[in-house]
């Protein structure tokens, strides 16, 4: 998995690409988790259109995301979610828990 940051204002945008698995997950939490404590940026956004596996230690990561998100009132919104992601977050019954959007640009 690879992981790349885009500042822009007080949004981040991190691009995810390849599998979320039990070996890269930590890094992948600990990079939203850095970006909401030491950053204090309004938004987080991830964007997973890159990623077409998920298992439940990446689901993991995303909801401590959220998690931190909706304790500092911030917003942490997935986009460009692939079949795969899609349908591990349906499995769960988390998709609606999280904020979605199909781009980064319907993200206002």
Same mark, same amino acid.
């Given at each position: 998995?690879?992981? /790349?940051?885009?500042?822009?204002?007080?949004?981040?945008?991190?691009?995810?690409?390849?599998?979320?698995?039990?070996?890269?997950?930590?890094?992948?939490? =600990?990079?939203?988790?850095?970006?909401?404590?030491?950053?204090?940026?309004?938004?987080?956004?991830? /964007?997973?259109?890159?990623?077409?596996?998920?298992?439940?230690?990446?689901?993991?990561?995303?909801?401590?995301?959220?998690?931190?998100?909706?304790?500092?009132?911030?917003?942490? $919104?997935?986009?460009?979610?692939?079949?795969?992601?899609?349908?591990?977050? =349906?499995?769960?019954?988390?998709?609606?828990?999280?904020?979605?959007?199909?781009?980064?640009?319907? $993200?206002?």
């Amino acid at each position: 998995m690879d992981l /790349n940051i885009k500042r822009i204002g007080t949004r981040s945008v991190v691009y995810v690409e390849g599998d979320i698995d039990l070996y890269s997950s930590p890094e992948l939490r =600990e990079t939203v988790l850095d970006l909401f404590r030491k950053r204090q940026q309004e938004q987080i956004i991830v /964007n997973l259109a890159e990623v077409s596996y998920i298992d439940s230690s990446g689901i993991a990561s995303l909801v401590e995301g959220l998690q931190e998100a909706r304790k500092q009132n911030r917003r942490f $919104v997935l986009v460009g979610l692939r079949e795969g992601p899609r349908h591990v977050l =349906e499995l769960t019954r988390l998709l609606n828990v999280f904020e979605i959007a199909e781009t980064e640009e319907a $993200v206002t």
